[in-house]
């Protein structure tokens, strides 16, 4: 190490390897069927990888424009409209980013102050904690409380001070499952009604919804949209997770402010893969196909499980099902997950890891995004345990 004037203090003391890495790499260390880490072991439709080598034949090569190429955003803004009756326009109100963390933490960015605070609900996704840090916010965390993770709006009302900037809100949610109702987004329009909060909805899993709930996105509601960022991923929607392409709709004025920091942060998103997801989204009927294939898999998951001794919590959304696991160890759910892996050949991830104080209740996540047979061979496995 170089002897430094000034010593490095990380702005980051408290953060390590995600957890994400660490299980994957731990699986593949062991030769572990993989279903730590949320991403489909099948590969993408034919046809969109087609698209995308003509996308790049076509020429489509060198940058394109800040937001995103127009033809991607005016599909984006046809979609939420059929979806969801939301009006956002694709020359101010709709970006294009390089996966659903990097429109989080430019969010972030853009619009978090030192000094301001941000809820956020734990168990909660690993990302966003650091983002809010890396700003100089401070972060208020919010319980969902196992077993049933529901949202207790005293709570989050008590957590409201004239330095709040933002709430971050996930539903589906990841890793629990557990999707939001209409009743809790008029509980949170209530809160933040008269006040400059800033809702950041994440709805990566906005296509993953099961039983015919429908997905309560906060463009349903517009005294929440005309305050809210919203942001999802082509990665879960069209199976190409490493393609790390998503986007961001908010009105106007918060759309200007997420582009100042945008150009600077990585200016514009790879060219190809959005002309190539562009032409796909004409496609009809992939979210209810999308929809169709989890909710089989979920299915599948949770009937073979059903006759072992790991016990099913609730999955009404995401492509991940939580376990606990008492009636077979009492250990802690890392050190859990990490003899599943080198024992048993299964890798899962444990729920402390959401949880800034690693609250360990004993529940592990597993990704039920595999094809048939990377299910059946695992849930093989699993069964005996
Ligand atoms: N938010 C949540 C809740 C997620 O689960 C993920 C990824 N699994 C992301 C954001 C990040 O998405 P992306 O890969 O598009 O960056
Ligand atoms: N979001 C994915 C998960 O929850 C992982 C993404 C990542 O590895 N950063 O498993």
Not at 146 to 173: C, E, F, G
Not at 248 to 272: G, N, S, Y
Not at 281 to 302: C, T, V
Not at 345 to 359: E, H, K, L, T
């Amino acid at each position: 190490m170089p002897s430094y004037a000034r010593p490095l203090t990380s702005r980051l003391p408290q953060v390590g390897t995600t957890i994400f890495t660490v299980m994957s790499a731990l699986a593949q260390e062991h030769g572990a069927i993989n279903l730590s880490q949320g991403f489909p072991d099948f590969d993408a439709p034919a046809e969109l990888l087609s698209l995308l080598d003509q996308a790049a034949k076509a020429g489509h090569n060198q940058y394109p424009p800040m937001a995103g190429v127009p033809v991607l955003r005016e599909a984006i803004a046809a979609k939420v409209q059929a979806l969801y009756g939301a009006a956002y326009s694709p020359d101010t109100e709709i970006t294009v980013t390089a996966g659903a963390t990097q429109a989080i933490f430019t969010a972030m960015a853009a619009l978090v102050h030192p000094g301001d605070e941000v809820i956020v609900f734990a168990p909660v996704y690993d990302s966003y904690a650091p983002s809010v840090e890396l700003q100089g916010g401070k972060v208020v965390y919010a319980t969902l409380a196992h077993p049933d993770y529901r949202p207790d709006w005293a709570q989050v009302k008590a957590l409201i001070t004239p330095r709040t900037r933002m709430i971050v809100i996930n539903s589906p949610h990841n890793p629990t499952g557990m999707v939001w109702t209409a009743d809790d987004m008029a509980q949170l329009e209530a809160l933040v009604r008269d006040t400059d909060i800033v809702v950041l909805s994440d709805e990566v899993y906005e296509h993953m919804v099961f039983d015919g709930a429908r997905h309560e996105s906060v463009m349903r509601h517009p005294g929440l949209a005309e305050r809210s960022v919203v942001v999802s991923s082509f990665g879960k929607t069209y199976h190409v997770t490493g393609w790390k392409v998503a986007y961001c709709l908010a009105p106007r004025e918060l759309m200007a402010e997420f582009r100042k920091a945008h150009q600077f942060i990585v200016f514009t998103v790879h060219a190809p893969t959005q002309h190539a997801l562009a032409e796909f989204m004409q496609r009809p009927g992939w979210y209810e196909q999308l929809k169709a294939l989890y909710q089989g898999k979920r299915d599948i998951f949770r009937q073979a499980l059903s006759g072992s001794r790991f016990e099913l919590l609730p999955c009404a959304g995401t492509y991940f099902q939580c376990v606990t696991y008492r009636a077979i160890s009492e250990e802690g759910d890392r050190a859990f997950v990490e003899r599943l892996t080198r024992e048993h050949g299964v890798a899962a991830i444990p729920v402390s890891a959401f949880y800034p104080g690693g609250d360990d209740h004993g529940v592990i996540r597993f990704c039920f995004a595999k094809s048939a047979g990377t299910l059946e061979r695992a849930l093989e496995r699993l069964i005996r345990l």
